[in-house]
Antibody, heavy 121, light 106 residues
Framework: EVQLQESGPGLVKPSQSLSLTCSVTGYSITSNYWGWIRKFPGNKMEWMGYISYSGSTSYNPSLKSRISITRDTSKNQFFLQLNSVTTEDTATYYC???????????????WGQGASVTVSS | DIQMTQSPSLLSASVGDRVTLSCKASQNIYKYLNWYQQKLGEAPKLLIYYTNSLQTGIPSRFSGSGSGTDYTLTISSLQPEDVATYFCQQYNSWWTFGGGTKLELK
């Protein structure tokens, strides 16, 4: 059974970078697509981006200048870096697995428990 | 961007009720629509994908329908464990989520 677990600092200062790790067990990240999604206070959810089985990436256009998703296949982990954060980046950050076919790329069938990140000085 | 609008934002219903949640897209999403359930403090769980396909392990009281811009999640007989927030998500163009419907027991 695939399991995903987010980890990283819970508090980040404004203008700094937010860095999170998603550790995956029970499934290889060299298959499927692997994404980051965040949920703001008030329930709004936003897809941030994904990294594919081959290492290619796609980002939400609203974040494109600030976001980077990378991976370490030897550790079966992928990473989120969000630069120049503000208080508006305060959210719970989730990593998730998505399907690989055209019909399933966007179907997130496994999620981590989420990591709460507060941006505050 | 494709905007997703869910209604109602809050729904109160009784055990055994048939419950219908709505999701409307700002343009045709060609059935590329998923539904997720999120209970308090838990990760979202995929219920329905591609409009009407039931995810493995999900009870058959959940069903989805729709086309074009209008989609529906139906719970045929509400159970206490269905108390949660439900999100729709389109994946026709990038991936965007609705604002959620919070389902509570009356």
């Amino acid at each position: 059974e695939v399991q995903l677990q987010e980890s990283g600092p819970g508090l980040v200062k404004p203008s700094q970078s937010l860095s999170l790790t998603c550790s995956v067990t029970g499934y290889s990240i060299t298959s499927n697509y692997w994404g980051w999604i965040r949920k703001f206070p008030g329930n709004k959810m936003e897809w941030m981006g994904y990294i594919s089985y081959s290492g290619s990436t796609s980002y939400n256009p609203s974040l494109k200048s600030r976001i980077s998703i990378t991976r370490d296949t030897s550790k079966n982990q992928f990473f989120l870096q969000l630069n120049s954060v503000t208080t508006e980046d305060t959210a719970t950050y989730y990593c998730a697995r998505s399907g690989i076919t055209i019909a399933a790329m966007g179907v997130m069938d496994a999620w981590g428990q989420g990591a709460s990140v507060t941006v505050s000085s | 961007d494709i905007q997703m609008t869910q209604s109602p934002s809050l729904l109160s219903a009784s055990v055994g009720d048939r419950v219908t949640l709505s999701c409307k897209a700002s343009q045709n999403i060609y059935k590329y629509l998923n539904w997720y359930q999120q209970k308090l403090g838990e990760a979202p769980k995929l219920l329905i994908y591609y409009t009407n396909s039931l995810q493995t392990g999900i009870p058959s009281r959940f069903s989805g329908s729709g086309s074009g811009t209008d989609y529906t999640l139906t719970i045929s007989s509400l159970q206490p464990e269905d108390v949660a927030t439900y999100f729709c998500q389109q994946y026709n163009s990038w991936w965007t989520f609705g604002g959620g419907t919070k389902l509570e027991l009356k």
